[in-house]
């Protein structure tokens, strides 16, 4: 993740902090930005102006990204959001509620792209006794004297966006993603003394769970387990000393292949590429062709993709009588991914926890 100077003293960690930031920033005015818009960059350095505290009331503050304004820093894209709409979508609201109490309302960016910025933004202005961290793609957020992680999911709403879908066939054709209700997809933690503890729903992540096609897995078996003995076979004889030092050996094997893909399918078109979807009854043809000129490309890259690569290099030295079980094993996934047996029959979900 980048890291960024955002040139605060500290982070905020109380309510009065955020004020005093809100009222010790001299709002920004130019040609572009009235007085009126109350522009306050949160840090030293003013030209990520986009980037800025904006107060609601005496008792409740918005740090903003810029993500989800109603100023246009870049472009006009259509989009008009409102203060309730910046409310809600920002990365934090700070509140204080009528008994004095301290709360925060923590949430990623809309869409189910990576929102880089406002990782960063989070990282970097969230209290100094949170903790943002990315890991595996997902974003969690955790407080000091909890070590738990709590998921923070991406949402789903934007309420602009879901009207210009609602308007307009071209825009709807490419975004049937938003949502124009919010779906709440935020933490919420709240202070008590010095400690922040969570408060309300958190969420857990759900992994897309996949499955391998086995009826065409059986179906080609006897071809995998012919080319499983040419591997065996074959490889003492393969030379792949070019394989170790030079990139360019592996991109012209799979521009072989995609030239040799495109010769089968009647296609004029090929790819920047080589991608493996999609592309098994091309490898049924090649496995079942005795003489076909891409078996020993085939050959190649599973030796550079398996253990092989290293026996022949010397890196490895596997007993006789355990090396073809342990080919057996590396063959049969790469199976799954030539043939592109393996198929996702329950997508990922995020699941709310009461």
């Known amino acids: 993740m980048t890291v960024r100077y955002y040139g605060l003293m500290h982070n905020p960690d109380t309510f009065a902090d955020v004020e005093k930031l809100y009222n010790m920033i001299k709002p920004l005015v130019s040609k572009n930005h009235s007085k009126d818009q109350d522009l306050r960059p949160i840090s030293e350095n003013r030209s990520r102006k986009w980037e800025r505290i904006i107060k609601v009331n005496d008792d409740k503050y918005i740090l903003n990204d810029g993500l989800f304004d109603s100023i246009k820093f870049w472009h006009d894209d259509g989009m008009n959001y409102s203060l309730e709409e910046i409310e809600q979508m920002a990365p934090i609201v700070w509140y204080r509620n009528l008994g004095g109490n301290e709360c925060i309302k923590v949430r990623n960016g809309s869409g189910e792209y990576a929102h880089v910025s406002r990782y960063s933004f989070l990282q970097y202005v969230l209290p100094s006794s949170f903790r943002f961290d990315v890991d595996n793609g997902k974003q969690y957020i955790s407080v000091k004297g ?159 993709d398996s253990e092989l690569q290293a026996i022949k290099t010397g890196r490895s030295h596997v007993e006789d009588d355990r090396l073809p079980s342990i080919i057996r094993n590396q063959w049969n996934r790469w199976v799954n991914k030539i043939f592109d047996l393996q198929y996702t029959y329950s997508e990922a979900i995020v699941r709310r926890v009461k």
């Not at 408060?199 to 759900?206: L, R, S, V």
């Not at 072989?256 to 089968?264: D, P």
């Open 146 to 304: 909890n070590d738990k992680p709590y998921y923070l999911p991406k949402s789903a709403y934007d309420p602009q966006r879901a009207t210009q879908i609602a308007r307009d066939a071209s825009f709807r054709k490419e975004n049937t993603y938003w949502l124009e209700e919010d779906d709440n997809k935020y933490l919420f933690f709240t202070r008590k003394g010095n400690r922040w503890s969570i408060k309300g729903d958190t969420f857990m992540f759900g992994y897309p769970k996949k499955r391998i096609n086995t009826e065409r897995k059986a179906e080609i078996k006897p071809l995998t387990d012919k080319f499983y003995e040419y591997i065996l076979a074959m490889y003492p004889l393969i030379d792949l000393e070019e394989a170790n030092y030079h990139w360019n050996w592996y991109n012209k094997r799979t521009e072989q292949l995609n030239n040799s893909y495109k010769e089968f399918s009647g296609s004029e078109y090929g790819y920047s590429w080589w991608d493996w979807s999609n592309k098994g009854k091309f490898m049924e043809h090649i496995l079942s062709t005795d003489d076909h000129p891409m078996r020993i490309v085939l050959l190649e890259l599973f030796i550079i």
